[in-house]
C-alpha cells in the first residue's frame, strides 16, 4: 500500500498484517517504513519494503514492478499516498497545483493501472480520497480538487476493470487524529481549543481514528465480504458533511455546551 508509514497508512498495514496478508509498506523515508515492518513483524506478520516519490510518473511504474517482483502478484492495492496542499484559488502556484495532483491524483491513476495489470480476478483496489471532494472550505484547493479527481477516477476504473472482476472503491475520511492534524492544529494560538471546536463540528462529538479507516478499507479489500461493491465512494466523517454550520450556529452551540 502507498503511503503506509503513518497516519491512515500506518494503521491500514497494521491491520492487514494482523490479517495474515504480506504487506508492502510505501514510503519516501526508510527509518519510518522499517518501523512499520518491525511492527508488523511484532504482530506476526509479513512485510517488506519500496521506497519512492510517487511525484515522479516512472517512480509509480517502478514501485509496481517492484512489489511484484517481491510478491509475485498484487491482491490489493490501497492507494493512500498523498499530501495536504492547501493554497487557495489566489494565492496557489502553477508548482503547488502539480506538488498535489502529481501525488495526490496522477499517482493514485499510475499506480493502479500498472497493479490492475497483473492483478487476478477478485482482487481489488481502495482509494483514499476525502470529504473535501464534495464539500470544501476556503483556502483547501487544490487538495479539494485532486481528491475531487479521486473519487471520478475511481469511477472510471471501476467500469474498465469490472470485465477483469477486479473491484475498485473508495473512502473519504474526514478529520482523522494523525500527526497530519496535531500539526494543523498547532498553528493555532491555542491547539487544544481548536481541536474542541473541530470535534463540535461533528455529530460524533470527536475526531475520527486512523483504525476506523482501516477497518473500512480493509472491508472494501475483501471480496467475500464487499464483492457486490465497486465504484463506491465511502464517506466516514463522523457527520460532519451531513451538518450544515455556519458561525452563528457554532458559537450559540459552544455556548449552550459550556
Not at 9 to 22: D, I, K, P, Q, Y
Not at 31 to 53: N, Q, T
Not at 107 to 130: D, H, K, Q, Y
Not at 156 to 168: F, N
Request: hydrophobic share 40%; net charge negative; proline share 3%.
Amino acid at each position: 500500500m502507498t503511503g503506509a508509514t503513518k497516519g491512515i497508512g500506518r494503521a491500514t498495514a497494521l491491520l492487514f498484517g494482523s490479517r495474515g496478508a504480506h504487506v508492502v509498506v510505501h514510503g519516501r523515508d526508510p527509518a519510518s517504513a522499517e518501523r512499520v515492518v518491525r511492527e508488523i513483524a511484532d504482530a506476526g506478520g509479513r512485510a517488506s519494503i519500496v521506497l519512492a516519490d510517487l511525484r515522479e510518473a516512472e517512480a509509480c511504474e517502478r514501485l509496481m514492478a517492484d512489489v511484484l517482483a517481491t510478491t509475485e502478484r498484487v491482491d490489493v492495492l490501497v492507494n493512500n499516498a498523498g499530501a495536504n496542499v492547501f493554497k487557495g484559488t489566489m494565492n496557489a502556484t502553477i508548482a503547488d497545483w502539480n506538488n498535489c495532483l502529481d501525488l495526490d491524483l496522477r499517482a493514485v491513476w499510475l499506480c493502479s493501472r500498472e497493479a490492475a495489470r497483473g492483478m487476478r480476478p477478485g482482487s481489488s483496489i481502495v482509494n483514499v480520497s476525502s470529504n473535501h471532494a464534495t464539500s470544501t472550505l476556503e483556502g483547501v484547493f487544490p487538495y479539494n480538487v485532486a481528491k475531487a479527481g479521486v473519487n471520478a477516477l475511481t469511477q472510471s476504473l471501476a467500469i474498465e476493470l469490472a470485465d477483469r472482476q477486479i473491484r475498485v472503491n473508495t473512502v473519504a475520511p474526514g478529520y482523522i487524529d494523525t500527526p497530519i492534524n496535531d500539526k494543523y492544529f498547532g498553528t493555532f494560538a491555542d491547539p487544544e481549543g481548536e481541536r474542541v471546536n473541530v470535534e463540535r463540528l461533528h455529530l460524533s462529538g470527536r475526531l475520527g481514528r486512523p483504525e476506523e479507516i482501516a477497518q473500512a478499507i480493509e472491508f472494501l479489500a475483501d471480496s467475500g465480504r464487499s464483492g457486490f461493491t465497486t465504484g463506491t465512494v465511502m464517506s466516514i466523517d463522523g457527520g460532519r458533511s451531513t451538518l450544515l454550520q455556519d458561525d452563528f450556529h457554532l458559537k450559540a452551540t459552544n455556548q449552550r455546551r459550556t
